[in-house]
């Protein structure tokens, strides 16, 4: 009983800290798709 209240307690605790992980890297990976759509844009305005 009491491994597996701790493994839930250690399951609760870490899906916060996962979700975080995941919406900095969703962040991360738009701006970067912002920036190269940016990039391209200049591009074709300089052919």
């Known amino acids: 009983m009491l491994k597996n209240k701790g493994a839930t307690a250690v399951k609760e605790l870490m899906i916060p800290e996962i979700m ?18 940016d990039i391209a844009q200049k591009i074709d305005l300089r052919r």
């Open 20 to 37: 975080k992980l995941i919406n900095t890297q969703n962040v991360k990976t738009e701006s970067e798709q912002v920036v190269k759509t």
